[in-house]
């Protein structure tokens, strides 16, 4: 006696000869249907699966010194696959600069990177302290010295005197007598008046110089100081 047949009982479906796709490349793998009862194969495919595509992490901003120019760098996680994005740059002062520090500028870099916006910030002290004029000097023989005097400059809060080269005085005041070349008549002398902030190291002016020659006692009995005075 013999049984009809009843047809084939499909059992799951089952995988093989994966190939896992990477970020740029398309993967496989083979699906099989086979009998549940009499194990012959009913169905078997190749399947393709799409590559993944990068994953990136988030970018590394990269500025050159000035913060002109900033680019981002985007690295993929499975695969270490890199691109760089330059980004857009726009820069604003926020602190002003003075005469005795410096301003502050605000610069951001962005960029839009698969539909996504990246956005990077940095704040920078790069404003160079405000420029200090140079004091326009004034030089006159006196019976006590040479009188040096200067005008106000705007943002100074003191000045220092140079004879030939050499520093003699720093003063707040705008005028200074240089007592020590009194007797030294005929001898030419050269001053400058640089004036500066705090300190000389923090902020200073250009110099403006002039010279002289000493005139001592030119005539006998006149107080040259009470003609002219200082300043
Ligand atoms: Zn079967
Ligand atoms: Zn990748």
Redesign the pocket.
């Known amino acids: 006696m013999t049984t009809a047949p009843t047809g084939?009982?499909a059992g799951k479906a089952v995988k093989s000869d994966i190939i896992a796709p990477t970020c740029t490349k398309k993967g496989s793998y083979t699906l099989t249907t086979s009998?549940s009862?009499?194990g012959?194969t009913l169905t078997k495919e190749v399947i393709a699966v799409e590559a993944s595509g990068h994953k990136f992490k988030k970018p590394v901003f990269t500025w050159v010194t000035s913060h002109r120019k900033c680019t981002a760098a985007f690295t993929c996680s499975e695969c270490s696959y890199s691109v760089k994005i330059k980004a857009a740059v726009s820069s604003k002062t926020i602190k002003s600069a003075g005469y005795t520090y410096k301003g502050k500028t605000r610069y951001t870099a962005s960029l839009t990177f698969g539909g996504k916006k990246y956005t990077s910030r940095v704040t920078e002290t790069d404003i160079p302290m405000k420029k200090l004029a140079a004091p326009s000097v004034s030089l006159k023989n006196t019976d006590s010295g040479i009188c040096v005097s200067w005008k106000k400059v705007k943002g100074a809060s003191a000045y220092a005197v140079y004879r030939n080269g050499r520093l003699i005085k720093r003063t707040s005041s705008l005028k200074f007598t240089d007592k020590a070349v009194k007797t030294r008549d005929g001898v030419s002398f050269t001053y400058k008046v640089v004036a500066y902030t705090k300190s000389l190291s923090v902020n200073k002016s250009a110099s403006s110089s002039k010279k002289i020659t000493r005139r001592y006692n030119l005539y006998p009995g006149v107080d040259w100081g009470s003609i002219y005075g200082c300043g």
């Open positions: 084939h009982t009998c009862v009499c012959e």
